[in-house]
């Protein structure tokens, strides 16, 4: 069935590095893919999206490259900040009616 | 513009007994989704609504686990006998139609079974 699979947490930076959370999902169809990000105690946030091969999703100084030849969908941050410190999931698109698929998760925390 | 609003935010129940949770979705959203979210792991779809009606509850637990949704506004999720397993973030999601659009998340209720 549909799956996305990220890579594992924790991620531990320092502030102003940079930043890679990798992604790979199922090839069934053409999905839309994204990012959504929960800070804590906090709900889910969409972070950025991609809806067709190619595309560039970005918010934030987050960005995330639609790379259906490698079913990938890579979150890069150049220079990262202690306040992007939270949990980051990966998801696509499944089915008609378009339920989320979700990855299991990267933590990332970033330090001063 | 008012967001996804769940309550109650936390709840601690001994296995074998009930507890419901309440999502009241943006208003004007036609889907509404409830996911369950373990610890260390994505949310997981546990049902979907399309207005009033079902479109998937294929992951569902159904001896346990059921779901209404009002005249296509609010809806409770319920459990009943809960399980250790049950424990987790119960997340409430609505979006202006199932296709296409963004799901906008509610809090999440964090429910622990003893």
């Known amino acids: 069935g549909d799956s996305v699979t990220q890579m594992e947490g924790p991620v531990t930076l320092s502030e102003e590095a940079f930043l890679t959370i990798n992604c790979t999902y199922t090839?069934?169809?053409?999905?839309?893919l994204f990012w959504y990000v929960q800070y804590p105690g906090e709900g889910l946030q969409l972070l950025l999206k991609?809806?067709?091969?190619?595309d560039k999703g970005s918010n934030k100084g987050f960005e995330a490259t639609y790379r259906k030849e490698t079913t990938s969908f890579h979150l890069e941050k150049g220079s990262v900040q202690v306040s992007d410190s939270a949990v980051y999931f990966c998801?696509?698109?499944?089915?008609?009616?378009?339920?989320?698929?979700f990855g299991a998760g990267t933590r990332l925390a970033v330090h001063p | 513009e008012a967001g996804v609003a769940q309550s109650p935010r936390y709840k601690i129940i001994e296995k074998r007994q009930s507890v419901a949770f309440w999502c009241n979705p943006i208003?004007?959203?036609?889907?509404l989704y409830w996911y369950q979210q373990i610890l260390g792991q994505g949310p997981k779809l546990l049902i979907q609504?399309?207005?009033?009606?079902?479109?998937?509850d294929s992951q569902l637990p159904k001896d346990r686990f059921s779901a209404e949704r009002l005249k296509g506004v609010d809806s409770t999720l319920k459990i009943q006998p809960a399980k250790l397993e049950d424990s987790a973030v119960y997340l409430c999601?609505?979006?202006?139609?199932?296709?296409?659009?963004?799901?906008?998340f509610g809090p999440g209720t964090r429910l622990t079974v003893l």
């Open positions: 090839a069934t169809g053409y999905p839309s």
């Open positions: 998801a696509r698109f499944s089915g008609g009616y378009n339920k989320l698929i």
């Open positions: 991609a809806t067709k091969a190619d």
């Open positions: 208003s004007g959203h036609a889907t």
């Open positions: 999601a609505s979006s202006f139609s199932g296709r296409t659009n963004e799901q906008f």
């Open positions: 609504f399309q207005n009033n009606g079902v479109v998937d």
